[in-house]
């Protein structure tokens, strides 16, 4: 679910949950251990346990108010940033082969966009308050589908998994740079996936086509 | 000079180089080692080396077009997102007492915002090119101000000593939340800064003083 992209629809691929506070009927999750180092770990319910040291992983990119639709949102004075880590392992991974290994685990952190503060008058810096979270898993052995997506209600408590019928899965299928994750949007990795000729035919296809129109 | 503050003005403080391209008579900066691991080294001439390694350390915070002036920029079409890294040593040190440590190595990576781009439509996303540079560096036993700040023509070349007399300097020691650095805006360090005791007098003053208005 990267990166983060803010909702003007409700049909709209479901990339980033995090203006939905809650999944209805889901007992408060706690974490008894972590996703430490980058290695996916779980509850026995299939819960995903937190990457607790995450803020100390490898940084991506950041984004504002990324939207697929070119309408503006209501909601002018709510702006967010987003944030995404991955783990080490796999970003050194990546910049030798273009690719993510198994055991990927991609962070995404949602933060609120302030504008005013101390001694800054305009533009936008990131609040103290976490405001949505989710991490984006490959797990080879696990899911069917090689990757999976997980909601998290706070960067402490337990991830529960998306169904895979859920749109994320295929907007990420269709879109995404590089083996559904969205490379495209990463300024440090997009130049490693071209250089290794490791981004997705059906991408190419979308940037071809949005040359020539 | 963190956060990136974008200027309207010619006389205010120049927290960031980063639209000014080019250092006047600075003959070219080759490097030939590096600020590796956070450990500042530096070229014979007083130079930076670059600290090549920067995107492995540990992510602060980004922000967009920040700006110490209410007044809207010129240039609407050319968003800057800024990155701050600081090398994993003193990120240690700083969750565990409050402050920096002596090698404190701060670094700012200024990044255009793109808009428009494969399926984003809205808000900003950061571009492969690094558009500005600056180091902040705390080394005790070289600078007579403990910190010095350096400005890079590009992240792979040497970066020239901003002169002390420059107002970035006087500007982070009246405004800055601790040990002249901006702290106030590096959204998990100013908790720890708080709960440790270590604000700085004058930041402390100055947002009590904005509360009470």
Redesign the interface.
């Known amino acids: 679910m990267f990166?983060a992209?803010?909702f003007t629809a409700a049909i709209v691929c479901l990339l980033f949950l995090y203006l939905a506070v809650t999944v209805c009927g889901r007992p408060p999750a706690i974490a008894h251990a972590a996703t430490s180092g980058g290695v996916p770990a779980y509850a026995t319910n299939g819960d995903l346990l937190p990457p607790r040291d995450y803020?100390?992983w490898?940084?991506l990119?950041?984004?504002?108010?990324?939207?697929?639709?070119?309408?503006?949102?209501d909601m002018p004075d709510h702006s967010m940033?987003d944030?995404v880590?991955v783990n080490?392992a796999a970003?050194h991974s990546f910049m030798a082969t273009g690719t993510w290994p198994d055991k990927t685990v991609l962070v995404l952190e949602v933060?609120g966009?302030k504008s005013k503060?101390?001694?800054?008058?305009?533009?936008?810096?990131?609040?103290?308050e976490v405001k949505g979270f989710e991490v984006h898993v490959k797990d080879e052995a696990r899911f069917p589908g090689t990757w999976a997506f997980f909601d998290f209600d706070s960067p402490e408590k337990n991830g529960t998994l998306i169904p895979t019928g859920a749109p994320c899965y295929t907007c990420h299928a269709a879109?995404a740079?590089v083996d559904t994750t969205?490379v495209?949007?990463y300024?440090?990795l997009?130049?490693i996936a071209k250089a290794k000729g490791t981004l997705a035919p059906a991408?190419l296809k979308?940037?071809s086509a949005?040359v020539t129109r």
């Open positions: 990166p992209v803010r803020r100390a490898i940084y990119t950041s984004g504002i108010d990324m939207s697929y639709s070119p309408k503006a949102m940033f944030n880590f080490p970003w933060r966009a503060g101390s001694i800054n008058q305009r533009g936008h810096f990131q609040d103290t879109h740079a969205f495209q949007f300024p440090t997009l130049p991408f979308e940037e949005a």
